[in-house]
Each structure stands twice: as C-alpha cells, then as structure tokens.
C-alpha cells in the first residue's frame, strides 16, 4: 500500500519561505512522476510543479522562479522549496506520485495536504 506523508507547510510572512516535503512509503522502484498540486477555496486543483524520473519539470508560471522542485530517488521523496512567499500562494498543498505499473498504466496518488498560509 503506497502512502504518502507530507511536511513543512505552516505559516509565513510575505516574501518568506518554506521548504515541503513529501516521502512516498510502498512505493518501490516505480515511480514515475512525482510533484505537487495546490487548491485554493473553492477552486480545482492546480499543478504546481512535477517532475518525472528523468528529470523532466513542468512548473506552473505563477511560481517559475521563486518556487523549486527536487526529488530523492533513493528516498523516494520529493521537495519543493517555495521563496519569495506571496499571500496569494495561501492554499492547501498536495504531494502527487505517478506509478508506473504493466502494460504503461500509471496508478496516481495523493497526500492528505498541507495548509501553506502567507500573511503578515
């Protein structure tokens, strides 16, 4: 069973930072993409950033340039690394992991979130 366990969201000052973290436990040698998303009230879910095993990103534009992703294959975890914190990145964060399985299906998986609060 593939469990994913986040940390580091909270509160923080405008133009603070933050660190998530996320481990995926179960989940083997599998993994394909690994990422986070984030929901605003009343809002979809949107992407945040991903990337695969190989290293390919995909980052909303609304962050690309304060927030980075990085992942630890041997883990199993993923980070991102949020600068230059805006009010309006106030929301509720999801680790997302994509694993590959026979046939190229890919089982998807979510974290419970974590609330990231910006406001001085």
């Known amino acids: 069973q593939v469990q994913l366990v986040e940390s580091g969201g909270g509160l923080v000052q405008p133009g603070g930072s933050l660190r998530l973290s996320c481990a995926a436990s179960?989940?083997?040698?599998?993994?394909?993409?690994m990422g986070w998303y984030r929901q605003f009230p009343g809002k979809q879910r949107e992407l945040v950033a991903t990337m695969t095993n190989l290293r390919y990103t995909d980052i909303a534009d609304s962050v690309k340039g304060r927030f980075a992703i990085s992942r630890d294959d041997a883990k199993n975890t993923v980070y991102l690394q949020m600068n230059s914190l805006k009010p309006d990145d106030s929301a509720v964060y999801f680790c997302y992991v994509g694993i590959t399985q026979p046939l190229s299906r890919l089982d998807h998986y979510w974290g419970q979130g974590t609330q990231v609060t910006v406001s001085s």
């Open positions: 179960g989940a083997g040698s599998g993994i394909y993409i």
